[in-house]
């Protein structure tokens, strides 16, 4: 599955129900939506310092759903990100920091 594919996804499942979707509840509280997305983040740090490939991978998966999911949680789609990626992509990354 690609991310553009989970985010499809992720949106499809704005209206499910949030008894019977884990995604539909989280979209549905965009604070818990955010605060599993941070734990997630750290998990990840976490398994990076541990230099654990296969446990990173999985935990990578994971921040990527959470991201995407507290960001439709907040009506911002992948189609958004990607713009704002697109845009970046004109100038170097330490040109764009410096323009901060």
């Not at 499809?12 to 539909?24: F, G, L, M, Q, V």
């Not at 446990?55 to 995407?68: G, I, Q």
């Not at 992948?78 to 764009?96: N, P």
Request: net charge negative; with cysteine.
């Amino acid at each position: 599955m690609s991310i553009k594919d989970l985010a499809q996804t992720i949106a499809a499942r704005k209206n499910s129900n949030p008894d019977t979707s884990w995604t539909a509840k989280l979209l549905n509280n965009p604070d818990k939506a955010a605060e599993k997305f941070g734990e997630e983040a750290i998990e990840a740090i976490i398994e990076a310092t541990k230099g654990n490939k296969s446990r990173l991978v999985a935990e990578a998966a994971d921040v990527l759903y959470h991201l995407l999911v507290m960001c439709a949680a907040h009506d911002v789609t992948f189609d958004d990100i990607e713009v704002e990626l697109a845009s970046r992509s004109v100038q170097s990354g330490l040109t764009e920091k410096a323009n901060r």
